[in-house]
């Protein structure tokens, strides 16, 4: 644990020289939704490889690119990639960057994921507002010594997702005509998609989407005392009584199709919020 948290010390300080200010938010994309910074005025960029300390990302289309700008007002740090526990790293390693920003003073997270449709009442190309979540990665990214500084040793995860900033969030899309489903999203470890069976287990416990990603970054996030909205583009839904096959591709070209409506909705709401 020394040697994690001397890691995060040295980043944070990486970025206290780099950075032009420290960011208001931390935006974390996924797949097939890179694209985010375009609303922004760039104004600072990176590659993570050349960030000390932070993990690669080996996922399809994840371009493995920090960019630093704003949003109308907003200080934005957004993550065009991310990492996820298929890939072989520890949830503490893919939680990584948001326990830097959280050390930085970053105070919002917003997660943002292309995720697989349980509800059969959602279509492919939905945006999901998560309202709470469901952990099946077979770790947390806090087992270990806590450390006091970064925030408690039980965290309370009863309202991980802001319901004030859910309220905003709702109201923005309202504004602008955007449909905006809201459910409980589930969290796999992957990387083999979800069989039949599975897809029925997951429904029965209650989950309206599914992804292999986003639920360590919360924890970690929660912990550390930031805010946290997560929004899932739905890439596709599958009935389990009439199942279809799930290609990669498929959920990308989805993730990319609902883009623009995901962008439109961040930025009317971060222009909004931070005025």
Same mark, same amino acid.
């Not at 990639?81 to 917003?110: C, D, N, Q, W």
């Not at 416990?205 to 639920?215: H, K, Q, R, T």
């Not at 996030?221 to 839904?237: C, P, R, T």
């Given at each position: 644990?020394e040697k994690?948290?001397a890691?995060v010390d040295e980043?944070?300080?990486?970025?206290?020289?780099?950075?032009?200010w420290v960011?208001d938010?931390?935006l974390m994309?996924?797949?097939?939704?890179g694209?985010? *910074?375009?609303a922004?005025?760039?104004?600072?960029?990176?590659?993570?490889e050349?960030?000390?300390?932070?993990?690669?990302s080996?996922?399809?289309?994840?371009?493995g690119? &920090?960019?630093?700008g704003r949003i109308?007002?907003?200080?934005v740090? &957004?993550f065009?990639?991310?990492?996820?526990?298929y890939?072989?790293y520890?949830?503490? %390693?893919?939680a990584?960057p948001?326990? @830097?920003?959280a050390?930085?003073?970053t105070?919002?997270?917003?997660?943002?994921?292309? *995720?697989?449709?349980?509800?059969?009442?959602f279509?492919s190309?939905d945006?999901m &507002?998560?309202?709470?979540?469901?952990?099946?990665i077979p770790e947390?990214p806090?087992?270990?010594?806590?450390?006091e500084?970064?925030g408690?040793?039980?965290?309370?995860?009863?309202?991980?997702?802001?319901?004030d900033l859910?309220k905003?969030?709702?109201q923005?899309?309202? %504004?602008?005509?955007i449909?905006?489903?809201?459910?409980v999203?589930v969290?796999?470890?992957?990387?083999?998609?979800e069989t039949?069976?599975?897809?029925?287990?997951?429904?029965?416990i209650g989950?309206?989407a599914v992804?292999?990603?986003?639920v360590?970054?919360?924890?970690?996030a929660?912990?550390s005392?930031?805010e946290?909205l997560?929004?899932? @583009?739905i *890439?596709?839904v599958?009935?389990?009584?009439?199942?279809q096959?799930i &290609?990669i %591709? %498929? @959920?990308?070209a989805?993730a990319?199709?609902?883009?623009?409506?995901?962008?439109?909705?961040l930025a009317a709401f971060?222009r909004e919020h931070?005025k």
């Amino acid at each position: 644990m020394e040697k994690y948290a001397a890691a995060v010390d040295e980043t944070v300080n990486f970025f206290r020289r780099d950075l032009p200010w420290v960011p208001d938010i931390c935006l974390m994309l996924g797949t097939g939704l890179g694209g985010m *910074a375009s609303a922004m005025d760039v104004v600072w960029n990176k590659l993570y490889e050349d960030i000390p300390n932070f993990p690669l990302s080996t996922s399809p289309d994840h371009a493995g690119r &920090l960019l630093a700008g704003r949003i109308g007002n907003a200080k934005v740090v &957004l993550f065009q990639g991310r990492f996820h526990f298929y890939e072989g790293y520890s949830t503490r %390693e893919l939680a990584f960057p948001v326990r @830097v920003m959280a050390g930085l003073g970053t105070k919002l997270l917003i997660g943002c994921n292309a *995720a697989g449709g349980l509800n059969l009442d959602f279509s492919s190309g939905d945006l999901m &507002l998560i309202t709470d979540h469901i952990n099946l990665i077979p770790e947390n990214p806090l087992r270990g010594p806590n450390m006091e500084k970064w925030g408690p040793r039980f965290p309370d995860l009863s309202g991980a997702y802001s319901i004030d900033l859910r309220k905003k969030v709702v109201q923005t899309a309202q %504004e602008l005509g955007i449909p905006l489903r809201e459910g409980v999203f589930v969290a796999v470890p992957g990387p083999s998609l979800e069989t039949p069976a599975e897809t029925r287990f997951l429904r029965l416990i209650g989950a309206d989407a599914v992804a292999m990603s986003l639920v360590p970054e919360v924890i970690v996030a929660v912990h550390s005392g930031m805010e946290v909205l997560g929004i899932s @583009v739905i *890439a596709n839904v599958n009935d389990p009584g009439n199942f279809q096959s799930i &290609l990669i %591709e %498929e @959920v990308i070209a989805q993730a990319h199709n609902a883009e623009h409506r995901l962008e439109r909705l961040l930025a009317a709401f971060l222009r909004e919020h931070f005025k």
